[in-house]
């Protein structure tokens, strides 16, 4: 099976704090990207990656950074914290050929206090 | 931007019954749909995907219909189980840069399944 695994389901960081979150995949999917889902507005696209050290903005990029040092890994980091980037944050990872499709991991759930 | 939306935002419907969630798309570029369940406490997970010269595909109690013509995308999950409840998306494939395919989706829509 196809695993995208991000590495806390739940997390409480405080304002100010730089925060990590991680995503690693198992398929040698060249495409990752992350979202953030809230209530009422859906998915929405923090940043991509199409290969290793290659990142995208995506439509919500600011006050998030990404790293992609390896394939298999795609890192969200939130450089200050702040109380308005509580969300659940979902990593998603694609071949990016003919099957179009992502696979999800279970989301990281962060509150920032 | 939000291409992808949903006709309504909760859908309660008996167990038994067959359930009709739908989607409407404005990019008519795109070529790929899909749409995703998404369990309480849970990543999306994938369920059933139409390409744009099919109008109509099946899975296990699931039908996707898609009119290209106003640009409407259906999923049909016949005798709705408890274990349906969920909140469903619709995705349509983009081109976000760099050759990259990405998925633009919809609000969703919450499918609540009453006793």
């Known amino acids: 099976d196809v695993k995208v695994t991000q590495s806390s389901r739940y997390l409480v960081k405080r304002t100010g704090e730089k925060v990590f979150l991680e995503c690693v995949q198992d398929m040698d999917h060249e495409n990752m990207f992350w979202y953030r889902q809230d209530p009422g507005l859906g998915l929405r696209l923090i940043y991509f990656s199409y290969d290793v050290k290659m990142k995208e903005k995506g439509d919500i990029p600011e006050g998030y950074s990404v790293s992609r040092e390896k394939k298999e890994r795609f890192s969200l980091i939130l450089e200050s914290a702040s109380t308005n980037q509580t969300s659940m944050y979902l990593c998603?990872?694609?071949?990016?050929?003919?099957?179009?499709?992502?696979?999800f991991g279970s989301g990281t759930r962060l509150t920032v206090v | 931007g939000e291409s992808v939306g949903l006709h309504l935002p909760t859908l309660s419907v008996q167990e038994g019954d067959n359930s009709i969630i739908n989607c409407a798309y404005s990019n008519s570029a795109s070529d790929y749909f899909i749409w995703y369940k998404q369990e309480s406490g849970k990543g999306p997970q994938f369920i059933i995907d139409i390409r744009s010269n099919m109008d109509k595909r099946q899975g296990q109690r699931v039908t996707v219909l898609l009119n290209k013509t106003v640009k409407h995308l259906s999923l049909q999950i016949a005798a709705t189980q408890p274990g349906d409840s969920a909140v469903y998306f619709c995705?349509?494939?983009?081109?976000?840069?760099?050759?990259?395919?990405?998925?633009?989706f919809g609000k969703g829509t919450h499918l609540i399944i009453q006793p």
């Open positions: 998603a990872s694609s071949s990016g050929g003919a099957d179009y499709g992502y696979t």
């Open positions: 995705a349509e494939n983009i081109r976000v840069g760099g050759g990259a395919d990405g998925l633009t």
